[in-house]
Antibody
Framework: EVQLVESGGGLVQPGGSLRLSCAASGFTFSSYAMIWVRQAPGKGLEWVSAISGSGGSTYYADSVKGRFTISRDNSNNTLYLQMNSLRADDTAVYYC??????????????WGQGTLVTVSS | QSVLTQPPSVSGAPGQRVTISCTGSSSNIGAGYDVHWYQQLPGTAPKLLIYGNTNRPSGVPDRFSGSKSGTSASLAISGLQAEDEADYYCQSYDSSLSGWVFGGGTKLTVL
């Protein structure tokens, strides 16, 4: 059974940093690209970042480019999102999701339960 | 303002058929990029409903179908059931943004 479990969310001050983790199990982690998607309270979905199965290709939404870094540890089946220079509009539930392919297609067939990031003073 | 435009809400009675539109432009749907659809039940993570414009993942009932034409795509739900009440999102790739985009979402109410 595919499982994705996010962690690392919480309350952080504007300008601060946070690292999200997503522990994956139930599939061959390195064979699939992974995606981060966020959802602000009461709002719609926003694609944030993506990484290929090997980790060699990464992609970012303009809203986070230069501030967020996606990475993965295929030996430990874990996806990461390093978030720096956080702003109030980064407040959201962050979901990690599994792609259907090893290259990024952003067709996400499994999702985690999400972790809430709140940026506030 | 989302790059992909969806109606904020649609409604239908049990057993009826409803459609949800997703209107894009020449840099996304009109450029030939595939459209995917997700269902988000209240308080839960999104679930893949349709991928590659018309394909259903295993386990998704055939009451759900997708189509695409020109710069738009549609999700059709037939034989509406109470458990279909959810938010629905379309998704595609946008070449101008060099990234993937979601529609603003459509809330389906089953009357």
């Amino acid at each position: 059974e595919v499982q994705l479990v996010e962690s690392g969310g919480g309350l952080v001050q504007p300008g601060g940093s946070l690292r999200l983790s997503c522990a994956a199990s139930g599939f061959t982690f390195s064979s699939y690209a992974m995606i981060w998607v966020r959802q602000a309270p009461g709002k719609g979905l926003e694609w944030v970042s993506a990484i290929s199965g090997s980790g060699g290709s990464t992609y970012y939404a303009d809203s986070v480019k230069g501030r967020f870094t996606i990475s993965r540890d295929n030996s430990n089946n874990t996806l990461y999102l390093q978030m720096n220079s956080l702003r109030a509009d980064d407040t959201a539930v962050y979901y990690c999701a599994k792609d259907k392919e090893v290259v990024v297609t952003a067709i996400t067939d499994y999702w985690g339960q999400g972790t809430l990031v709140t940026v506030s003073s | 303002q989302s790059v992909l435009t969806q109606p904020p809400s649609v409604s239908g009675a049990p057993g009826q058929r409803v459609t949800i539109s997703c209107t894009g432009s020449s840099s996304n749907i009109g450029a030939g990029y595939d459209v995917h659809w997700y269902q988000q039940l209240p308080g839960t993570a999104p679930k893949l409903l349709i991928y590659g414009n018309t394909n259903r993942p295993s386990g998704v009932p055939d009451r759900f179908s997708g189509s695409k034409s020109g710069t738009s795509a549609s999700l059709a739900i037939s034989g509406l059931q109470a458990e279909d009440e959810a938010d629905y999102y379309c998704q595609s790739y946008d070449s101008s943004l060099s990234g993937w985009v979601f529609g603003g979402g459509t809330k389906l109410t089953v009357l």
